[in-house]
């Protein structure tokens, strides 16, 4: 339920006591204005706590509707989840 996505995920962040995440969305057939507003969300959430918040496995059009969304790259977008937690990113296209 993308509704309860932010409130979840950020109670396991308060109850470990950590606010580095890496969210792989790879299974994520469509990214509803909904999913995108839970994902803003909880990146100020994180961000508030001097956390990091990292996505990867979009493509298509769920990653160009990511970036249109946040146009000033405020949540970084990997390849994998390699890439993500190692913090690595290739150059992106301007």
Same mark, same amino acid.
């Given at each position: 339920? $993308?509704? $309860?996505?932010?409130?979840? @995920?950020? %109670?396991?962040?308060?109850?470990?006591?950590?606010?580095?995440?890496?969210? $792989?969305?790879?299974?994520? #057939?469509?990214? %509803? $204005?909904?999913?995108?507003?839970?994902?803003?969300?909880? +990146?100020?959430?994180?961000?508030?706590? *001097?956390?990091? @918040?990292?996505?990867?496995?979009?493509?298509?059009?769920?990653?160009?509707?990511?970036?249109?969304? /946040?146009?000033? +790259? %405020?949540? #970084?977008?990997? +390849?994998?989840? *390699?890439?993500?937690?190692?913090? /690595?990113? #290739?150059?992106? #296209?301007?």
């Amino acid at each position: 339920n $993308e509704a $309860e996505l932010c409130r979840q @995920l950020w %109670s396991l962040l308060e109850t470990h006591l950590t606010y580095r995440l890496v969210l $792989e969305l790879e299974d994520v #057939p469509v990214l %509803s $204005e909904g999913l995108l507003a839970q994902l803003a969300e909880l +990146r100020k959430r994180i961000y508030d706590r *001097n956390g990091q @918040l990292r996505l990867c496995g979009l493509a298509g059009e769920n990653e160009q509707h990511l970036r249109d969304c /946040f146009h000033d +790259r %405020s949540l #970084p977008l990997f +390849r994998n989840r *390699n890439e993500a937690v190692m913090g /690595f990113r #290739p150059a992106q #296209p301007r």
